[in-house]
């Protein structure tokens, strides 16, 4: 019983949560933007598959928003900042660098730059059938160390 409970969460995590291929974002990482809901610019400096959407993190000079594809404008112009690209990219499969025996393949269901580093969003662990009060939320930002990239 224990190894199909782990076959189980192996195919969960790599089954991509938007099907077989990943659609595409709206903007880019770093692109300038306009936000329609607060009639201000700003920058992408994050993006996350939630709720089966993208959802967009807008830095607006003093306080980060959350946005989808309809409450923003791209306008094609990036940010210049001195961070280098992202290590790993949306959809991606990589390896978690822990010490624990359960499946450590993940994809990459999101991105976001904090303090100039990059973070990827990855499922710490599948949902359970009944729902937890210690645990809200299944995922979490990794740093860019505690991955591994996995060739398919």
């Known amino acids: 019983m224990i190894e199909l409970i782990t076959a189980f969460e192996t195919s969960w995590y790599l ?11 709206a903007i880019n990482l770093l692109e300038r933007v306009y936000l329609r809901t607060t009639r201000t610019f700003g920058y992408c400096c994050g993006i996350q598959w939630k709720h089966e959407i993208w959802f967009y993190s807008i830095d607006c000079r003093n306080e980060i928003l959350h946005a989808t594809q309809n409450q923003i404008i791209g306008t094609g ?6 961070v280098q690209k992202p290590a790993f990219v949306l959809g ?7 010490h624990d025996k359960r499946t450590k393949q993940r ?5 976001a730059l904090v303090n100039n580093s990059w973070f990827y969003v990855v499922e710490l662990m599948s949902p359970t059938l009944t729902q937890s009060r ?3 939320n ?10 591994v990239r996995v060739n398919v």
Do not use: D, H
């Open 15 to 25: 089954s991509p949560p938007w099907g077989q291929t990943i659609p595409p974002v």
């Open 77 to 82: 112009q990036l940010e210049t900042l001195n």
């Open 92 to 98: 991606e499969r990589v390896m978690l660098c822990t």
């Open 107 to 111: 994809l990459i269901l999101g991105i």
């Open 134 to 136: 210690t645990i809200s």
């Open 138 to 147: 299944r995922f979490s930002l990794v740093g860019e160390k505690s991955l």
